[in-house]
């Protein structure tokens, strides 16, 4: 039994390494983003989304948090790979099942009298599969980094989460916005209607001015109209967003323009991997593939358990008088000799599963930095065009004034107080519209650099 022992113990030693080295990424990330970040270099914090300073927004986080079903699927697919994970662990363990029973039977030949017999017994066995060559190390690996992997994935789906809720409430908020410069140029639209009214009545103008001014009118309704269709909308998909029903669901508005627009700080794009969850899981799903890979390597080689049973018996029913009791110890082997090359396609298949691996590591890597360097270029960019089309709204509302008045004491025609009018409204329809870029682009610079996530 002790060259057994030794057999075992060398052969352990010589399996540490007749695994080949795992398969890696030879990706080359930037020194450097090429479009310039703003920020104070104090990195984001964890809850971003309180940089805006909106209760409202905060609270409807919080909401989704608890009631959103993708985040509760999430949840249950990270206990599954938890008890997967245990599953998997339970195999360094020895498995150990216990068996009784007893019986009585009779049995008569013909012409001789009947035999009884009776029979007690109860046994346990023990087994263990020696695990030489790192196959069940190797599977358990793979049980940790899928559990590692569905919980980045829950990660990167409350991030997208947290960004989906701030991008629809804010969507909401400028809809809403929209719809208050709507009526306003509505209300315009009535007064104007008035004033040409007026100069009809006294024959300053003839009907045509009378009916285009009408027909503006009617085209100021139907865009009102409109834009209450698409704000119950958007409220209904924040409902659903956040796990509410969507009848009686009702959100408070935040003052539009009164939101703070925090600067954020990009970073490294080396740090950009360390960052952003989705990249995480894609690395666990490498590290999956390289144990399968060993998993599959060591199938190739023979398989060892141990093996011990004893028992007793007797001839009593329902008794152990005068047993007989049995002691076994066992050592056994297992290998496949010949299969046509099975196991080795086997383990290729697994090596180009892990290479696909990588791959997709790579690519989920390059998605992340074009989305960054997309990200920082659009949030100047939209910030820059708030502030032209800030310009552009106040230079318009002083177009209307002008020719408002021009128009009231005849120094104008209808048709330049008309197309001040569109201008006016379109300007400043496009105003709040290019606000909401700008929180969406601030939001999105959120994500893209992994909302403050930290793989602890």
Request: hydrophobic content about 40%; aromatic content about 8%.
């Amino acid at each position: 039994m002790r060259y057994i022992y030794m057999m075992i113990l060398a052969v352990t030693f010589y399996g540490c390494s007749i695994h080949p080295d795992p398969l890696k990424s030879d990706l080359e990330v930037p020194l450097a983003f090429d479009a310039a970040s703003s920020g104070n270099n104090s990195g984001i914090s964890a809850v971003w989304w309180e940089s805006f300073n909106s209760p409202t927004l905060n609270a409807l986080i919080e909401q989704a948090v608890k009631n959103s079903p993708d985040i509760l699927i999430a949840y249950e697919n990270i206990e599954q790979a938890r008890l997967q994970l245990g599953i998997s662990e339970a195999s360094y363990l020895p498995t150990a099942s216990l068996s009784a029973g007893s019986s009585e039977g009779t049995s008569k030949r013909d012409g001789s009298p009947s035999t009884t017999s009776k029979s007690t017994s109860a046994s346990l066995r023990i087994n263990y599969e020696v695990d030489l060559w790192g196959k069940i190390r190797a599977s358990n690996e793979g049980a940790e980094a899928r559990f590692n992997a569905t919980k980045y994935d829950k990660d990167a789906i409350t991030l997208s989460m947290y960004a989906s809720v701030a991008e629809s409430y804010f969507s909401l908020l400028g809809l809403r916005e929209r719809l208050v410069i709507a009526k306003d140029n509505l209300n315009i639209s009535v007064q104007l209607m008035s004033i040409v009214e007026a100069k009809y009545k006294s024959g300053s103008v003839g009907l045509l001015d009378v009916s285009r001014q009408r027909t503006s009118l009617l085209s100021q309704q139907a865009s009102v109209e409109s834009l209450e269709l698409q704000s119950s909308q958007a409220k209904n998909a924040l409902a659903v967003l956040v796990g509410s029903l969507p009848q009686g669901f009702e959100v408070n508005s935040d003052a539009f323009w009164e939101f703070k627009l925090p600067s954020v700080e990009a970073g490294l794009p080396s740090e950009l991997l360390l960052k952003r969850p989705d990249i995480a899981k894609a690395k666990a799903n490498v590290e999956s593939a390289n144990a399968a890979t060993k998993v599959a390597n060591a199938e190739r080689f023979p398989s060892f358990s141990l093996t011990g049973s004893g028992g007793v018996s007797s001839s009593a029913l329902l008794s152990f008088r005068d047993p007989t009791s049995v002691l076994s110890l066992a050592l056994n082997a297992a290998y496949t000799l010949f299969d046509g090359g099975r196991l080795k396609d086997l383990k290729d298949v697994e090596v180009s599963k892990t290479k696909v691996a990588i791959q997709n590591y790579n690519k989920v890597i390059l998605t992340a930095l074009q989305e960054s360097e997309d990200a920082l270029l659009s949030a100047a960019y939209q910030n820059s065009q708030e502030l032209l089309q800030r310009e552009i709204s106040n230079e318009s509302s002083r177009s209307l004034d002008i020719a408002s008045l021009q128009y009231k004491y005849g120094t104008s025609d209808l048709t330049t107080l008309l197309d001040a009018q569109n201008k006016y409204f379109s300007a400043r329809d496009s105003e709040a519209a290019q606000r909401l870029n700008h929180l969406k682009s601030l939001v999105s610079l959120y994500k893209v650099f992994g909302g403050g996530w930290s793989n602890e």
